[in-house]
């Protein structure tokens, strides 16, 4: 089973340029999210979609825009890189439980660079 | 929005001992409660959950605990073995809007 899988897993851009990191998931889930993480800041949300078409921000949404076009597909996209979006990336699904957000299915994460 | 604070950053027991993680949340009508655990070069996984109905839920070594009045939950790692060894991140979401709000993650070390 291949779960949640993220391309690229690692990248490195200079400032300014632009790039889109693509998560796909075969579960079926109605959930998808972005999270980076950074040492002593734990996961950070980014944005999220809750269903095909729509997405919402997180913690941390400047700098990062998102589309969700297909059900199983949530992009990343990085518009002008700069040194502090260098991170590791994580996508993630989920099913709704109707009362809570289900178990959260993780990629393997993505590392960025930007010098 | 909803804030998680988790304590402490690091922690180092030896194989046998017990362990606890401690969080803290803002939002009050934050409703579920999980726990993740991330090995190196992996990602996270759910280890344990609480709902904000429940005090406590055991599952084998590891249970956690909920005071919805002063908003804080706790991880409890009972017999700790190397293989606990890890980055675990606490989290809180409301409802079911799909927000999920990690806190700061504690790398546990177990040493044999």
């Known amino acids: 089973n291949a779960g949640v899988t993220q391309t690229p897993k690692f990248r490195v851009l200079k400032t300014g340029q632009s790039m889109t990191l693509l998560c796909a998931q075969d579960m079926n889930h109605e959930y998808m999210y972005w999270y980076r993480q950074d040492p002593g800041m734990g996961l950070r949300l980014i944005h999220y979609?809750?269903?095909?078409?729509?997405?919402a921000k997180g913690e941390v949404p400047d700098g990062y825009n998102v589309s969700r076009l297909k059900k199983q597909n949530f992009l990343l996209g990085l518009e002008s890189a700069a040194p502090s979006q260098t991170s590791v990336y994580f996508c993630?699904?989920?099913?709704?439980?109707?009362?809570?957000?289900?178990?959260?299915?993780f990629g393997e994460g993505s590392r960025l660079t930007v010098l | 929005g909803e804030n998680v604070e988790q304590h402490p950053s690091t922690l180092s027991v030896q194989e046998g001992d017990s362990a606890v993680i401690k969080c803290t949340y803002s939002?009050?009508?934050?409703?579920?409660f999980p726990w993740y655990k991330q090995e190196l070069g992996k990602g996270p996984q759910l280890i344990i959950d609480?709902?904000?109905?429940?005090g406590e839920k055991k599952d084998q070594r590891i249970a956690v605990t909920l005071n919805k009045t002063a908003k804080h939950f706790s991880l409890h790692i009972t017999e700790t073995q190397p293989e606990d060894s890890a980055v675990y991140f606490c989290a809180a979401s409301k409802s079911n809007t799909g927000k999920l709000i990690f806190g700061q993650g504690t790398t546990l070390q177990v040493k044999p």
């Open positions: 993630a699904s989920s099913k709704t439980t109707g009362y809570h957000t289900g178990e959260l299915f």
């Open positions: 609480i709902r904000s109905n429940v």
């Open positions: 979609s809750v269903g095909e078409g729509t997405t």
């Open positions: 939002d009050s009508a934050s409703n579920y």
